[in-house]
């Protein structure tokens, strides 16, 4: 296939995914209506090829109500949060959650569990102590071994425990510090959440992403798939360059971890906003980056992360093992190599 690279959608300063119009000698494209704008301290856009009931301004008040919803459920950075309200609670009594939210942090810990728990949603501890969280100020120098060991105490999916009874749901934490921090995993149910509006609207050609997760459906305005590229790291400098890879979605989730964009320099050395909740620390080996694709941008969000964390090794014969879609970046010298798992290879070939 003949890709044009011409006009290409950058999604999110943060993203290391962008989205690309389609191909050449298709048929003339169709009507898009498109809306975006802020969310969870990134982006998100949506792309819908056609109609959309109410049209434009109804999608974005519709989107953006979504998004209002799950912002008041699991932003870490709103006080008046549902889990900042849980966080900042010391009580280790069940303490009431939505359904959304029951959905997301059991999704959380049933892929954590998957990867040997190197995804995992308690590591809020870690993050604040290291400042990438919503307590900055605890990481004006690095913390030492008897800080994170103190941490570390409270990190770990087997202290929080979700539970239904009589049609409601809670959470619960075994210790007081527990701290959930949901931010790996906001984006990417956040993109399936407005997947589902779509689909409640019959759309059915659409891309929806909220930077770095993605969900597509159908086909783009010329009537072909979806195509997203894998940024490369070496390119992120050059404006206009920074294409590389070209993945085809076939109406799959897709989504980016990386550990190159958000970082703060620590004795000379980067350090990662990727923390391993085993060392207690950012990591700090050469895989900068793992996009997965699968059913839902919840699972693959969740998933990003942990394979980041194991790095390119790791994660590449863990996706073989289980058929999994995944595509790894690497620092090599100075430049980058990538390798990617067998399942990979069909959404690399584009109809
Ligand atoms: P990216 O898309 O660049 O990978 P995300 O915003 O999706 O970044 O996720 C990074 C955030 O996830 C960190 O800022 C931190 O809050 C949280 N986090 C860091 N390490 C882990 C981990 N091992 N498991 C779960 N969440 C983590
Ligand atoms: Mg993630």
């Not at 810990?109 to 870690?126: F, R, S």
């Not at 934490?173 to 931010?183: E, M, Q, R, S, Y």
């Not at 305005?221 to 400098?237: F, L, S």
Request: charged fraction near 25%.
């Amino acid at each position: 296939m003949n890709l044009t690279f011409s006009s290409f959608l950058k999604i999110g300063v943060l993203s290391l995914v962008v989205a690309l119009s389609g191909c050449q000698f298709e048929s003339a494209p169709k009507n898009v209506i498109k809306v975006g704008g802020k969310t969870m301290g990134t982006f998100y856009t949506i792309t819908v090829v056609g109609d959309y009931p109410g049209g434009q301004d109804q999608l974005k008040n519709d989107a953006e109500q979504i998004l209002g919803v799950i912002n008041k459920e699991i932003s870490i950075f709103d006080k008046s949060s549902i889990l900042s309200k849980f966080n900042d609670s010391k009580s280790t009594e069940p303490f009431e959650i939505t359904k959304d939210m029951a959905d997301i942090i059991s999704t959380s810990i049933n892929v954590g569990y998957d990867v040997e728990g190197v995804m995992d949603v308690t590591v809020g501890p870690l993050v604040n102590l290291w400042g990438f969280g919503n307590k900055k100020d605890l990481a004006k120098k690095e913390p030492t071994p008897e800080e994170i060991n103190e941490a570390k105490k409270y990190v770990g999916a087997d202290k929080i425990h979700v539970t239904y009874s009589y049609g409601k749901y809670f959470l619960k934490k075994d210790h007081p510090d527990v701290f959930i921090d949901l931010a790996t995993v906001g984006e990417g149910f956040g993109a399936d959440k407005l997947s589902q509006l779509l689909d409640k609207k019959g759309i059915k050609n659409y891309m929806v992403a909220i930077a770095g997760a993605i969900r597509t459906r159908g086909s783009n305005a010329r009537g072909t798939d979806w195509v997203i590229a894998i940024e490369d790291p070496a390119n992120e400098q050059r404006v206009g360059e920074s294409i590389e890879v070209p993945v085809c979605t076939k109406g799959k989730a897709i989504s980016t971890a990386g550990s190159y964009r958000n970082f703060i320099e620590s004795n000379g050395k980067r350090k990662s906003h990727a923390i391993d909740p085993f060392k207690g620390e950012p990591i700090d080996h050469d895989t900068v980056s793992v996009t997965v694709i699968g059913p839902t941008a919840l699972w693959t969000d969740a998933l990003d992360t942990g394979l980041l964390v194991w790095g390119a090794d790791k994660a590449l014969k863990y996706a073989n093992e289980n058929g999994i879609a995944i595509y790894t970046i690497v620092k090599d010298g100075n430049g980058f190599k990538s390798r990617y798992s067998r399942a990979m290879q069909e959404y690399l070939i584009c109809k």
